[in-house]
């Protein structure tokens, strides 16, 4: 047993984060939701339109890639193991910490049904859209949770990207899949709704997780909370996949697949990396930063994942979507310019 190490501590070197890590950590896990914000939406809506039918595999493989987290884990312990030698500790996460993960993780697994079933029923623009109202959510929820203060542009940003995705709601009828009812279609509108209530619920609750543990947050240790947290959520939609029988109907599935066997595991692979790069970077952005920031780029980068969804599956971009984009884009650039200001704001202080 280590008796030098407290448990509440790590090494002071890894404690203290310069600000040029710490903004590289920034870019880097910002980098990492933005390609699993843009990719996984639709590599997953992929699944469906080639022949795919099964909701509970496709939430499956939306936190199935956490086993990814074990490289990055293993390049830490080994690092910090030639710098300490036997003293390095394993694991960082303590039982407070690792049960608050669970409960966290078993919320992600429902999340995650939430938006498979809606990416199963909806074109990715209507669902991207529709996910956009996640702002709002987390911003309310950061207020209660964290306290987290508001500047106008901070304001101005959210009112503008929920605004956007409320101009494709009332519009969003016009945009049903000519092979699905009214029925189906309101059961995804509503299925990635409840997605966007609870996601934007999710943020707060892991900022909030972080400041009431009882140890210091460091980076290997976000890693080590998102993989208890995805492997929690995993287990959650095995659970539903087993109730469904949806293991026995994978080789199905693959032999039926439009693109062929081969590619329908590709597809797999790449759903479970995509959105791997989402909850990875969700959670480091909010380690860096905050929820609201998460949450920001995810609402702000809904251009891209419209411009792809265009591109690739040729959906139709109609009047309200245009709409929606520019009030989207406008709410981003808003927030970071406030984001510069209170920057400079903050400069001038400090040198005075």
Known sequence: METDISN?????????MSRSLKK????????????????????????????????????????????????????SYLYRRRKKGSRTKLFYISPHLFLACAVIG???GFDDFLAASGVSLLPVTTYSLIIATQLG??????????????????????????VGAVVLVLHASSDRPAHETDKQYIMGFLMTLGASVLYGFVLPLIELTYKKAKQTITYTLVMEMQMVLSFF?????TIGMLLHKDFEAIPREARDFELGRAKYYVVMVCTAVFWQFFF???VGVIF???????????????????????LFYH????VEKVISLVLSLWGFISYFYGELRQIKKLRIRLQN
């Not at 022949?51 to 884990?73: D, E, H, R, Y």
């Open 315 to 318: 959906e139709k971009l109609r």
């Open 137 to 162: 959510f987390t911003a309310g929820f950061a207020y209660i949770l964290v306290k987290q203060k508001f500047t106008p542009f901070t304001i101005n940003a959210i009112f503008l990207l929920s």
């Open 233 to 237: 959520a995993t287990a959650v939609c």
């Open 8 to 16: 509440n501590q790590v090494s002071s070197e890894e404690e203290k």
């Open 280 to 282: 990875m970077g969700a």
């Open 24 to 75: 590289f950590l920034l870019v880097l896990n910002g980098a990492m939701l933005g390609i699993g914000n843009c990719g996984g939406p639709l590599i997953q809506r992929l699944y469906f339109l080639k022949g795919g039918k099964g909701v509970w595999i496709s939430c499956f493989l939306q936190t199935a890639g956490w086993p990814f987290i074990i490289f990055p884990l293993s390049v």
């Open 288 to 310: 860096c930063h905050s929820s609201l920031l998460s949450g920001i780029i995810i609402s702000g980068l809904l251009p891209v994942t419209e411009a792809l969804a265009v």
């Open 106 to 108: 078993v919320l992600t």
